[in-house]
Each structure stands twice: as C-alpha cells, then as structure tokens.
C-alpha cells in the first residue's frame, strides 16, 4: 500500500478525547482513535502525537479566570500529561508500542523530552506522545504540535478536529459552506480562516510544513489522509 506521508505528526484536542461526554476522557473514543493511528503505523508510517489538555483545563478558561495566567498554564500543560498517559495506555492495551515524553520533567512518570530519543523512536517504530505541550506557559498545544513536527522533520501536520476540514464559512451556522479540498497558506491568510492559532500557523508557513485538517473521528479518515486521498484539507505553501 502506498502512503504519501513517511512521519507525520498528528494533533489530537484534548476535546476529541471527550467523545460525548462533558469533560475528560471517554474510552470508546480514545480507543477508536488509537486504532486508527496503529492502523497507519502497521502500514510503515511513523506516527508522533501532540495531545491538548482543554477536556481537563485550559490556561485561558474560565475556571482559570482570577488566576495568574502562567500558573493556569502549567496546570493546563499538565491536564496535556493525563492525556498522554491515557493515550499510552490505551496504546499498549492494543499492542502498539508507544511512549510518552514530557516537555516539562516528570521523572516518575514519563521520560523528559529529547530530541534525538523521540527521532530514535519514532525510527523504531513507535508512536512518540509528546506530553506539556512546549513547557512553556502562553503558548498552546497547536504551537508544540508545529514545533514537533518541524524538529522531527514531519512530512505533514495533521490537525484533527471536529469538522472535516477548512470551509468556506462555518458550516454549522451555514449550510452554504463548503469545504476547502487544498488551500495556500496565503488564501487562508487573505480570507480570515482560522487554520489553528496564530503562531502555530505561522510556525508551519515560515517552515513550509503542510498542514491536513481533518476530523478523526470519522472512520477511516486518518488512513485516507496519509494515503493522500481527498479528505480534510490541505494546507500548502
Ligand atoms: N499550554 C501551555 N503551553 C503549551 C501548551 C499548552 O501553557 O505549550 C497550556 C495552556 O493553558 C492550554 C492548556 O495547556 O490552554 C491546554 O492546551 P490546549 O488549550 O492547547 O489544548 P487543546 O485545546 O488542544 O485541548
């Protein structure tokens, strides 16, 4: 089978990990989606995660309200370390080696991000998680997920969300919208589409790193996009 990405880099919100539920972690979801990532590592693809923490606690939130920004932001990068932990695990529960590194040190229970370890991994054949985002508050999940993929040298940034892909206006306040198959960075720029945040848009654009919009939660998806059929949207330079 012929996959047009080598390594990618996927982003995973912390509110795909709800499913339907109102916060935290669902387990039918988690497992559909690890399945659908052991489905393209088994086909040769090296797989490194981003997981957000927004199912469990935002910087920005309004739980996080009178706080100081930077304490709610290590507080968010942590709730991004539960994540990767129950990713691990439903990893292993499946028989697909993963590990978990964290940008911020938690000896105990996870190893401390380096680079050459996480290349040396994903080398191997397994699925790296990166944990705590980029370790530094103000900064978001999207931002480490574009710093990942440019030091691991990814083929693509695949963000997943819960739409489809990038569309023309948003297609559940109008159902005009249509989807965008492949967009420049310069078109989404011109016409005000919110890609992902901004330093993480322009993080990718500075580095030429292809971005895929898509949803994971529809089956299949995942591997029609490292396939590199039509499905989501493609971000290009
Ligand atoms: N965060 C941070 N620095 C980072 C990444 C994340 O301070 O490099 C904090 C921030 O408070 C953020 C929270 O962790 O709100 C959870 O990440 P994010 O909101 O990106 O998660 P997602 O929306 O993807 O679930």
Do not use: W
């Not at 990893?91 to 050459?116: C, D, H, N, W």
């Not at 480490?144 to 695949?158: F, I, K, T």
């Amino acid at each position: 089978m012929t996959v047009k990405y080598k390594r990618i880099l996927l982003k995973l919100s912390g509110e795909a990990l709800m499913g339907g539920d109102a916060f935290g972690i669902n387990r039918e979801t988690i497992m559909s989606m690890v399945r659908q990532v052991k489905e393209v590592a088994d086909m040769g693809v090296e797989v490194g995660i981003v997981v957000g923490g927004g199912n469990i606690f935002r910087g920005v939130s309004s739980q996080a309200e009178s706080m100081d920004r930077a304490t709610a932001d290590y507080m968010g990068m942590m709730a991004t370390v539960m994540n990767a932990l129950a990713l691990k695990d439903a990893f292993e529960s499946i028989g697909t080696k993963a590990r978990v590194q964290s940008a911020l040190s938690m000896q105990q229970i996870a190893e401390t991000y380096t680079r050459p370890k996480a290349i040396q991994y994903l080398e191997e054949g397994k699925v790296v998680i990166f944990a705590a985002g980029t370790g530094n508050p103000f900064f978001t999940t999207d931002t480490a997920a574009a710093l990942r993929a440019a030091e691991m040298g990814c083929d693509v940034m695949l963000k997943a969300t819960n739409v489809d892909g990038v569309y023309t206006a948003d297609p559940k306040k109008d159902p005009a919208a249509t989807r965008y198959p492949t967009i420049t960075f310069d078109e989404a720029i011109n016409k005000k589409l919110k890609v992902m945040d901004t330093a993480a848009f322009a993080l990718c654009r500075e580095r030429s790193m292809n971005i895929v919009v898509f949803a994971i939660a529809k089956n299949g998806a995942l591997k029609r996009v490292v396939q590199g059929e039509d499905e989501g949207t493609l971000v290009h330079s």
